[in-house]
T-cell receptor
Framework: AQSVAQPEDQVNVAEGNPLTVKCTYS??????LFWYVQYPNRGLQFLLK??????LVKGSYGFEAEFNKSQTSFHLKKPSALVSDSALYFC??????????????FGGGTRLMVKP | NAGVTQTPKFQVLKTGQSMTLQCAQD?????MSWYRQDPGMGLRLIHY???????DQGEVPNGYNVSRSTTEDFPLRLLSAAPSQTSVYFC?????????????FGQGTRLTVV
């Protein structure tokens, strides 16, 4: 069975500093990995995904994520945080071809707080 | 370009009542799914569908029914609401034409069962 862990409930960072939101996963096959962001009272918005190829994936709003197969991690990063980045971030995995209906399994979410 | 539309946005039910959460998408996506979001637990899959007429259970299906009579619509029915079903519900859709496509989410329905 597949699973995703986000070990930090909350990450605090000062505006302008680099940020990292951690994600580790467990799968049986090849992982397809995703990051989503949720702003207050809104649905989830897609940020970026890793399918294959380059381990560093670039996405929306200046975010990037690094896939590390040996550490089974897919950490979300941004070189310089903005106050507007404050939101709830979810890591998700699709374990192809083992997942029923190829649906996503989500981590518990990490709240990012960027302070001015 | 509406994407995934959920109605209602908010709902309060009494224990034992039934209701249907509506979900519609206009992207001609084959795959649709329902998740519930609870604090600290991320999103958990309730039911999903890989095409019209095909549905299956996810991780937490008890107390919920779904049907998929058209490609566009995927309603979620609560048969007899319980306080444990207080949650935020999200509908999602994606194309089934490739393994690697991302899902699109609706705005969510915040349900409170008293």
């Amino acid at each position: 069975a597949q699973s995703v862990a986000q070990p930090e409930d909350q990450v605090n960072v000062a505006e302008g500093n680099p940020l990292t939101v951690k994600c580790t996963y467990s799968v049986s096959g090849n992982p397809y990995l995703f990051w989503y962001v949720q702003y207050p009272n809104r649905g989830l918005q897609f940020l970026l995904k890793y399918i294959t190829g380059d381990n560093l994936v670039k996405g929306s709003y200046g975010f990037e994520a690094e896939f590390n197969k040996s550490q089974t991690s897919f950490h979300l990063k941004k070189p310089s945080a903005l106050v507007s980045d404050s939101a709830l971030y979810f890591c998700a995995v699709r374990d192809v071809p083992y997942t029923a209906g190829n649906m996503l399994t989500f981590g518990g979410g990490t709240r990012l707080m960027v302070k001015p | 370009n509406a994407g995934v539309t959920q109605t209602p946005k908010f709902q309060v039910l009494k224990t034992g009542q039934s209701m249907t959460l509506q979900c519609a998408q206009d992207m001609n996506h084959e795959y649709m799914s329902w998740y519930r979001q609870d604090p600290g637990m991320g999103l958990r899959l309730i039911h999903y569908s890989v095409g019209a007429g095909i549905t299956d259970q996810g991780e937490v299906p008890n107390g919920y029914n779904v049907s998929r009579s058209t490609t566009e619509d995927f309603p979620l029915r609560l048969l007899s609401a319980a306080p444990s079903q207080t949650s935020v519900y999200f509908c999602a859709s994606r194309t089934g034409q490739a393994w690697n496509t991302e899902a699109f989410f609706g705005q969510g329905t915040r349900l409170t069962v008293v």
